[in-house]
């Protein structure tokens, strides 16, 4: 048994799908001042996925990557910053890698290059079980689930982007053609990994196994479907069916234009799709007409278009028509990527003080 200091959370217990909001636990006292409307953060989030219409649009931001000494200077830390603004949902990362960093830097030393298919399946992948690796997860769960009551999820590799860094994406693009046999074998065993560190971060109380699998480029994907159905769908499909013997959600994260297998991510049960990006030529309105009861998105602030350009009236006026679109369910409002360096804290600043009052005047 793993003890993770944490009510509730022990090794072997599930993650609920929650039908109610009598099923959801409370939050720390010394965090009150959180819970002034109806519902908690973490059922706020539940409500929307579950697609149903929450007291007010669920809020969060990636915004540690390039802006942490910025916020510092302004709020004291991330973490301060984040309660400010009162963020509802949080992103963990944490856990072993697939792969050892030294052993694959050794391989790469060996060839001259970077490997090939047939010669990763030589490469052995790192034990998910190793328990020590977790101990992020296990701070983050307790910084944001339990004292603050948030609703957590867990960042999880897929298998074309976990394997982008093994090959070089330009070499993976066409071992997807060169070498389908190897590529199999690897994603096979990829996908075992994956199932075993879902589990574990289920174990210790993720409410969401998030999917990390970039797929998409600005105007379509960066494979036919055909090649995605064949070669990615079905190890995808493993996983997420793991996960979902287990009562937890699962998200997906792929940047880029991904209409094109819309209806396979649908088939595949992702809860949540995260950034749905309308600057690749991801539309709402088909979100809307098509989508809205089997999928919720979580985006909606484009860090490629609208913050971090020092144009407040574009940046008002894009939060204002997506916030408005969705009052009544339906959305996660988060950025679309983390925020990027020539963000302001000025204009992050102006950009979730708008938010932080709209949501509540809705």
């Given at each position: 048994?793993?003890?993770?200091?944490?009510?509730?959370?022990?090794?072997?217990?599930?993650?609920?799908?929650?039908?109610?909001?009598?099923?959801?636990?409370?939050?720390?006292?010394?965090?009150?001042?959180?819970?002034?409307?109806?519902?908690?953060?973490?059922?706020?989030?539940?409500?929307?996925?579950?697609?149903?219409?929450?007291?007010?649009?669920?809020?969060?931001?990636?915004?540690?990557?390039?802006?942490?000494?910025?916020?510092?200077?302004?709020?004291g830390?991330?973490?301060a910053?984040?309660?400010?603004?009162e963020?509802?949902y949080?992103?963990?990362?944490?856990?072993?890698?697939?792969?050892?960093?030294?052993?694959?830097?050794?391989?790469?030393?060996?060839?001259?290059?970077?490997?090939?298919?047939?010669?990763m399946?030589?490469?052995?992948?790192?034990?998910?079980?190793?328990?020590?690796?977790?101990?992020?997860?296990?701070?983050?769960?307790?910084?944001?689930?339990?004292?603050?009551?948030?609703?957590?999820?867990?960042?999880?590799?897929?298998?074309?982007?976990?394997?982008?860094?093994?090959?070089?994406?330009?070499?993976?693009?066409?071992?997807?053609?060169?070498?389908?046999?190897?590529?199999?074998?690897?994603?096979?065993?990829?996908?075992?990994?994956?199932?075993?560190?879902?589990m574990?971060?289920?174990?210790?109380?993720?409410?969401?196994?998030?999917?990390?699998?970039?797929?998409?480029?600005?105007?379509?994907?960066?494979?036919?479907?055909?090649?995605?159905?064949?070669?990615?769908?079905?190890?995808?499909?493993?996983?997420?069916?793991?996960?979902?013997?287990?009562?937890?959600?699962?998200?997906?994260?792929?940047?880029?234009?991904?209409?094109?297998?819309?209806?396979?991510?649908?088939?595949?049960?992702?809860?949540?799709?995260?950034?749905?990006?309308?600057?690749?030529?991801?539309?709402?309105?088909?979100?809307?007409?098509?989508?809205?009861?089997?999928?919720?998105?979580?985006?909606?602030?484009?860090?490629?278009?609208?913050?971090?350009?020092?144009?407040?009236?574009v940046?008002?006026?894009?939060?204002?028509?997506?916030?408005?679109?969705?009052?009544?369910?339906?959305?996660?409002?988060?950025?679309?990527?983390?925020?990027?360096?020539?963000?302001?804290?000025?204009?992050?600043?102006?950009?979730?003080?708008?938010?932080?009052?709209?949501?509540?005047?809705?």
């Open positions: 048994m793993i003890e993770t200091g944490l009510t509730g959370f022990v090794r072997g217990c599930s993650c609920p799908r929650f039908d109610t909001l009598e099923d959801v636990g409370g939050v720390d006292a010394s965090f009150g001042r959180m819970v002034c409307s109806s519902m908690l953060p973490r059922e706020r989030v539940i409500e929307t996925i579950n697609h149903r219409k929450p007291d007010r649009v669920p809020v969060y931001a990636w915004v540690s990557a390039n802006l942490n000494d910025k916020i510092t200077e302004r709020f830390s991330c973490e910053f984040e309660d400010h603004y963020f509802d949080a992103h963990l990362f944490g856990g072993p890698s697939t792969y050892d960093t030294e052993r694959h830097k050794q391989l790469c030393g060996e060839l001259g290059r970077l490997p090939e298919p047939p010669e399946l030589d490469l052995p992948m790192t034990d998910p079980n190793d328990m020590a690796a977790y101990q992020a997860v296990i701070d983050g769960i307790r910084h944001h689930k339990t004292e603050r009551g948030r609703f957590v999820y867990m960042q999880t590799p897929g298998f074309f982007e976990a394997m982008n860094g093994v090959f070089g994406i330009e070499n993976h693009l066409s071992y997807l053609l060169l070498y389908p046999d190897e590529i199999h074998e690897l994603y096979s065993r990829q996908a075992e990994w994956n199932k075993a560190f879902a574990n971060c289920i174990d210790l109380g993720v409410d969401m196994v998030h999917v990390s699998d970039d797929w998409g480029a600005q105007a379509g994907l960066m494979f036919s479907p055909k090649v995605w159905w064949e070669m990615i769908f079905p190890y995808h499909k493993r996983v997420i069916e793991a996960v979902k013997s287990r009562g937890c959600y699962v998200s997906l994260h792929s940047d880029g234009n991904v209409m094109s297998v819309l209806d396979g991510i649908v088939e595949l049960g992702f809860d949540v799709v995260h950034p749905y990006q309308e600057s690749a030529g991801m539309d709402y309105s088909v979100y809307r007409s098509k989508y809205m009861d089997k999928f919720t998105v979580m985006g909606g602030l484009d860090v490629q278009t609208t913050i971090g350009f020092g144009k407040l009236d940046l008002r006026a894009e939060i204002e028509r997506v916030l408005g679109m969705f009052k009544d369910g339906g959305l996660l409002y988060c950025t679309t990527h983390f925020i990027q360096n020539h963000c302001s804290i000025d204009e992050l600043v102006f950009a979730y003080d708008l938010i932080h009052d709209i949501v509540r005047k809705q």
